[in-house]
């Protein structure tokens, strides 16, 4: 769900912002967010036959979390979809909204569906803490979802500004997406509510978390299975998808080769993408890779998503980090 490109030089979050998060909230602008909306009659049954979750069982006020999948059971996009009374609208990191449209346009035969690349015309921001609740109902002035990935709708002043709840690290959290001409009169209320949160932060909130990033953390290389969003983003009994048996026969076996797991390093530099994670018994068998790093807000060391091969990704393990062969524990706060 974020969207602030990690920079090429180490990013390490201020503590005061880290603490902000975690006791009072913290608000962040999302740049270049993928919004793209899907309308016409067909617009939920089309979609449902190329994506991981229910679409069909979406109801106005919705939403899910899911992947757009190949027929291999590889990983095309990962988005939350979000139904609304005449239109599904589609959410990702940047630069998504081509590659999903040309993937789902060579499907489409005789469908009343019509994509519309809403990204350039669309705003957002993220608002995350303890206090989230509070300061978004003070911007937007009216009751909020309460749940994980429902959604209202508010006029503020002649903008339509749509709420969509999305809670991180168990926070509650609130994306804000409003059209451009609206941002500014919301941009110039939140300073006042809540501390303006840095891209590092808003990068160790995601890893800490275990959300990953399209195109970072996940490419078409990756299976489904291997993000470890299972539990959130795959229905296993909603019927045929493009991608749905090799999907099911992952399901059936019990497993994947490696998973996405979050890497805890105490002290050092903070490791590059790509870094190689070794065995602790075994110093020179490699046993997973690093796909993104930021530095820890309080003390050195960084946290990481990493791919770890089975064996070696259950939470509480231990590995060893590049060259240096670090120590690093693995932990996981996402979901299974």
Request: a neutral charge; proline letters at 7%; one cysteine or more.
């Amino acid at each position: 769900m974020t969207d602030q490109s990690p920079a090429p030089v180490p990013l390490i979050p201020g503590a005061n912002e880290a603490r902000a998060a975690r006791e009072s909230a913290v608000w962040f602008e999302l740049p270049g967010r993928t919004h793209l909306e899907i309308t016409g009659a067909d617009r939920a049954k089309f979609l449902h036959n190329f994506c991981t979750n229910d679409i069909k069982g979406l109801v106005t006020g919705s939403g899910c979390e899911a992947f757009v999948t190949s027929v291999q059971g590889k990983i095309l996009g990962h988005v939350l979809v979000f139904a609304e009374d005449d239109r599904l609208t589609v959410s990702a990191v940047p630069g998504c909204a081509d590659r999903l449209v040309r993937h789902l346009s060579k499907y489409q035969i005789n469908e009343a569906v019509t994509f519309t690349d809403q990204t350039a015309a669309w705003s957002t921001g993220f608002i995350v803490g303890p206090n989230a609740p509070r300061v978004v109902e003070r911007v937007v002035g009216g009751p909020l979802p309460r749940e994980d990935l429902r959604h209202v709708s508010f006029g503020v002043g002649p903008s339509r500004v749509r709420v969509r709840r999305y809670d991180l690290l168990g926070f509650p959290g609130y994306e804000l997406v409003v059209e451009n001409a609206g941002w500014q009169r919301l941009r110039e209320a939140l300073p006042e509510l809540a501390v303006a949160g840095s891209v590092a932060l808003l990068q160790y909130l995601r890893i800490s978390a275990g959300v990953p990033w399209y195109g970072v953390d996940l490419t078409d290389a990756n299976l489904a299975q291997e993000a470890s969003r299972t539990s959130r983003a795959i229905h296993f009994r909603k019927g045929c998808y493009l991608g749905q048996e090799p999907i099911a026969r992952i399901d059936a076996m019990g497993h994947v080769n490696q998973q996405l797991r979050s890497v805890k390093i105490e002290g050092g530099e903070i490791p590059a993408a790509g870094t190689e994670l070794f065995h602790p018994q075994e110093p020179t068998k490699s046993v997973g890779r690093i796909t993104s790093a930021v530095g820890l807000p309080d003390a050195p060391g960084a946290v990481c998503l990493a791919f770890l091969k089975r064996g070696c990704e259950s939470p509480g393990q231990r590995v060893l980090v590049g060259e240096s062969r670090r120590p690093a524990e693995v932990f996981w706060n996402g979901p299974s």
